[in-house]
């Protein structure tokens, strides 16, 4: 059974920064491509950033590009955002999904529950 489980969300002050946490079980990693996507309250889920299965590919949406960076561990099953000079805007709910062998577009057919975020002014 494939499991992936965030952790890392909070409350922050702009500017700050905070490090997300995917911990994926029941899959073989270093196959699957990562994402990171958010969800705020009355908007649609966007794709934040995305690593390909390979690693060679990554996607950053425009509005986190030179502040949120993803790393992905494949030997602990782990894939990372962190999250830099953060603002109000990026308040959402952030989930992590997962890819058999995917690009940075997906198709995204794992996620996790989601990691509150909030940024305070």
């Known amino acids: 059974q494939v499991q992936l489980v965030e952790s890392g969300g909070g409350l922050v002050q702009a500017g700050g920064s905070l490090r997300l946490s995917c911990v994926a079980s029941g899959l073989t990693f270093s196959r699957y491509a990562v994402g990171w996507f958010r969800q705020a309250p009355g908007k649609e889920r966007e794709r934040v950033v995305a690593?390909?299965?390979?690693?060679?590919?990554?996607y950053y949406a425009d509005s986190v590009k030179g502040r949120f960076t993803i790393t992905r561990d494949n030997a602990k099953n782990t894939a990372y955002l962190q999250m830099n000079s953060l603002k109000p805007e990026d308040t959402a709910t952030y989930f992590c999904?997962?890819?058999?062998?995917?690009?940075?577009?997906?198709?995204?057919?794992?996620w996790g529950q989601g990691t509150q975020v909030t940024v305070s002014t």
């Open positions: 999904a997962a890819a058999d062998y995917g690009s940075s577009a997906g198709p995204f057919n794992y």
């Open positions: 690593n390909s299965w390979s690693g060679r590919v990554t």
